[in-house]
């Protein structure tokens, strides 16, 4: 009887303990991005552009094809791999008009070099 009702609450405690970390982690990227817990992210996401505590993912009419030069490809990868595993308050909004797609997504943390990127991003505030 012991023995069951240790095991009947070790049990428990995986399975708490499984909640409160999903292992959310992004496992394809492009227009839909699928984390492991089920949760669906969707939106074009080009460039990540930090402001005081939020990362921001805006794309510019302008630097559509900056995407067939592989540096939407670069910066998509380490947003999958630095940045999404987290994935704590996604929130995505698309927008098209023109030929102007606006994607952006919320954060709390972020973590990145932007040196290299500084003549291809704009940091505006949220």
Not at 12 to 23: C, F, N, Y
Request: proline share 3%; glycine share 8%; net charge positive.
């Amino acid at each position: 009887m012991i023995f069951t009702l240790l095991v009947v609450a070790l049990v428990l405690m995986q399975h708490v303990k499984a909640d409160k970390d999903p292992g959310c982690v992004v496992k394809e990227y492009g227009k839909k991005l699928k984390c492991m817990n089920g949760e669906t992210v969707y939106g074009y996401l080009h460039y990540l552009t930090p402001y005081e505590g939020t990362i921001e993912i805006y794309m510019f009419q302008t630097y559509t094809n900056y995407l067939r030069r592989g540096v939407g490809t670069a910066l998509m990868k380490y947003f999958i791999n630095h940045i999404a595993p987290g994935c704590q308050e996604i929130r995505v909004s698309v927008t098209y008009g023109r030929g102007n797609r606006t994607a952006e997504a919320f954060y709390k943390t972020f973590d990145f070099d932007w040196d290299d990127y500084k003549p291809d991003v704009m940091v505006r505030k949220l």
